[in-house]
């Protein structure tokens, strides 16, 4: 299922590029549907920075697949490798549960348009339920589709608060 995300804020790449690689922490306050970022790892480069952040979410899981999805869902694993010249990011989200049977990644790219910065994020999310225990096989498929759904519906509004919430956290912290 595909991702996208497209924002304008009002602020240069630079400043924007550097926050959201540097300060995602600081940003998750303002952010309604996350609780928490914590950056794990980090690791430079020349020209390039890669980070491993954890996040952990807000939200319901939904009542049907309460038997198999457990609360941890809603902590995420990022993987993140900044490209400084090229002005973008590539990335890679691990579940929590369901590692194996979930894959979402794709690229934010981040450029100037006059004085601000137009942020794109290109993604695509996979779950492969079929070998999963406690879900039979003829529900997979209306399963599989309802969970990606529900996965999206909870990371597409993340991603779009990200950078209302990069924003106003740069308006507050310029």
Known sequence: MEIHAVSTIRHPRERVLRAYRDELPKIAAYMPNVKQVVVQ?????????????????KGEIPRMAQSIVKPEILLWDDYATWHEAESYCEWRIGLRVFNETFKCAGTNHIRAEGAHTRVELRGDLQLDLTDIPGVPRLLAGTMRSQLEAFIVKMIRPNLEETNVALGRYLDANP
Request: aromatic content about 12%; hydrophobic content about 30%.
């Open 41 to 57: 790892k980090r690791e430079e480069g020349d020209g390039w920075v890669k980070l491993h952040n954890v996040w952990t979410g």
